[in-house]
């Protein structure tokens, strides 16, 4: 009997970005390239045509995904709708970016690749941070998945122990302080490091539901005050407060 040859089915990077224009140069020169020499195939919605809903076929294609690669330059809401989609599928993202503007605030803990089109060779540049980006997220996909969407239960998603869990956020936590804090333009006159560490107690604070009161009285009392000024103090929580990281509420 003569034995069938079955093609292998390849793990897919499903690429969430907008259509047309040089996006679409982009995904043939710069995406899809880097997504191949990582050893995955790339697909865009539009790659298949079949007559069903495009919905439909963008939560097959981020299912069936080992990777998702969202560029967000432009703050599109479709990409937003899609990378939410892929959120909530506990899905590896890497996100990339023309500006830090362009990514919402919740997301900046997460692995982001910014380019700088002024940089002559910015397209191979950006193609090698893509190919070296999937390789290490493949390697340890559940470090480019938001705490939030992983499962503690035996039965869905990415399955690992509340205590990993707990761990994943307190150090995505501390990803996004570094970032926040590599962004900002003006930084504390203080150490960024003591700055980091009032930040992180700020936000443990709130994760207890204390009010601003309460902290700042818990801060004092703990020191803080002599280290940053009772004024400067008082602005620092507030603005935590009210832009609280990424699941501390």
Not at 224 to 238: A, R, V
Request: proline share 5%; aromatic share 8%.
């Amino acid at each position: 009997m003569a034995k069938e040859n079955y093609k292998q089915k390849k793990d897919t990077c499903f690429v969430i970005m907008p259509f047309g224009g040089w996006f679409d140069n982009y995904y043939v020169d710069i995406y899809k390239p880097a997504i191949v020499n990582a050893g995955l195939e790339p697909k865009r919605a539009d790659d298949i045509y079949r007559p069903s809903s495009i919905v439909q076929d963008i939560w097959d294609l981020t299912k069936e995904a080992k990777i998702v690669l969202a560029d967000l330059t432009g703050k599109n809401a479709n990409v937003l709708y899609e990378l939410g989609l892929a959120h909530s599928l506990a899905k590896p993202a890497i996100l990339v970016t023309n500006s830090m503007d362009d990514v919402p605030f919740d997301l900046r803990a997460l692995r982001v690749i910014e380019f700088d089109k002024n940089a002559s060779n910015w397209g191979d540049l950006l193609k090698g941070k893509i190919e070296i980006a999937i390789k290490e997220t493949l390697e340890s996909p559940i470090k480019s998945v938001l705490p939030a969407f992983l499962d503690t239960d035996d039965i869905k998603k990415t399955q690992i122990t509340i205590t990993e869990k707990d761990f994943l956020e307190l150090k995505r936590e501390l990803e996004f302080l570094r970032n926040e804090i590599r962004q900002s333009k003006v930084l504390p006159k203080k150490a960024s490091l003591d700055y980091t560490k009032l930040i992180v107690e700020i936000a443990h604070m709130l994760n207890l539901e204390m009010s601003v009161d309460e902290i700042q009285i818990e801060l004092i009392e703990r020191g803080w005050e002599s280290k940053f000024g009772y004024d400067e103090l008082q602005k620092i929580i507030k603005s935590v407060y009210l832009n609280p990281p990424p699941g501390i509420l």
